[in-house]
């Protein structure tokens, strides 16, 4: 079954570096999504992208936080200058048609320190 | 801003049928019930949607009243590998989020 992949698993930074998160949506899948979940807190929306531009976004993703899909096939979150607060969990997830019935990566988990 | 209420948690039997119940009493004409769960710590796994209509697939049935005010989601043989947090969620035909509540914790014992 197609899946969506996350790379890295795993990612330790320092406060104030930009990270940059990978995502590998299913391949005719036309809408994108990020998601984060702190640890013990809900599975929050972040942002959600379509034909090359941002769709809909929260409150959380502010100035620091971007998407792009560089290519055919990647889909990033990056995140300029990050915080001890942007530490959680990021799932990437994707759709074919833009429904509700999303494809969720298994995450990467992102520590600040 | 999660429109939907559930229990926090429940146990289940393993084998015996779990039926997750989800109020959504301000549901809205254009907006369907979506089910999702998540075990442990991965990414929220679909399991099922539906407007007004009940709904089976592999995974699950969806019961949704008539008033479409609540819903039931039945897993008709539960195993351990059931257990996860399910969560019910309203989303509008439109829309392009999906907002996730606290969700059930539902147990599965042997």
């Known amino acids: 079954e197609p899946e969506v992949t996350q790379t890295p698993s795993h990612q330790v930074t320092q406060m104030g570096q930009e990270v940059i998160l990978r995502c590998v949506p299913i391949s005719n899948h036309l809408y994108f999504y990020w998601y984060r979940q702190i640890l013990g807190q809900k599975v929050e929306f972040l942002v959600s992208f379509y034909n090359n531009e941002i769709s809909e976004k929260s409150e959380i993703f502010d100035d620091q936080f971007s998407v792009e899909r560089p290519d055919g096939s990647n889909f990033t979150l990056k995140i300029r200058s990050t915080k001890l607060e942007d530490s959680a969990m990021y799932f990437c997830a994707s759709s074919e048609d833009g429904g509700g019935k999303l494809f969720f990566g298994s995450g990467t988990q992102l520590s600040v320190l | 801003d999660a429109k939907t209420t559930q229990p926090p948690s429940m146990d289940c039997a393993e084998g015996r049928a779990a039926n997750l119940p989800c109020n959504h009493s301000?549901?809205?004409?254009?907006?369907?019930v979506y089910w999702y769960r998540q075990i442990h710590s991965q990414g929220p796994q679909y399991i099922i949607h539906g407007l007004k209509n009940n709904e089976t697939n592999e995974m699950a049935s969806l019961i949704i009243t008539e008033d479409r005010k609540s819903s039931t989601l039945i897993l008709p043989h539960a195993t351990l590998r059931d257990t996860a947090v399910y969560y019910c969620i309203v989303r509008g035909r439109n829309d392009y989020k999906l907002s996730f509540g606290a969700g059930t914790t539902v147990t599965v014992r042997a």
């Open positions: 301000t549901i809205s004409g254009n907006e369907y």
